[in-house]
């Protein structure tokens, strides 16, 4: 999994995580610490560090694929970025079009 994705992930739905799980995962996507580093501070072994990162991600993935937060505000974020460049080229209508269809599904 990329870097961003899991930050995007852990940005969208790191609340609905554990508290220890959330902090390992914001340890180590959000502070750049390693796993020993985490470990070290964690009171706990590496494996562990491993292990709880790999569920987090998992349960991360799973809330994406079931609840589709992500997909949604990236569909919706391209579609006004295309009633922005409409809007540019000074085609007005379908710049509305565009924003009268997100305004539907908001």
């Known amino acids: 999994m990329e870097f961003v994705d899991a ?5 969208f739905y790191g609340q609905l995580l554990t ?8 340890m180590h996507f959000s502070e750049d610490m390693s796993f020993s ?3 070290e501070q964690e009171g706990i072994s590496r494996q562990a560090i491993h292990d709880t990162i790999r569920r987090g991600l998992s349960s991360l993935e799973e809330y994406e694929k ?10 919706q ?13 000074n085609n007005t209508a379908h710049a509305r079009e565009l ?5 539907d599904i908001l």
């Not at 924003?99 to 305004?103: F, K, R, S, T, V």
């Open 7 to 11: 930050c995007l992930l852990l940005d």
């Open 19 to 26: 508290e220890r799980t959330r902090t390992v995962l914001e």
């Open 37 to 39: 580093e985490i470990a």
């Open 66 to 75: 079931k609840l589709g937060l992500i997909r949604r505000f990236s569909e």
């Open 77 to 89: 974020k391209s579609t006004v970025r295309q009633a922005v460049d409409a809007m540019d080229k």
């Open 99 to 103: 924003l009268a269809g997100l305004y």
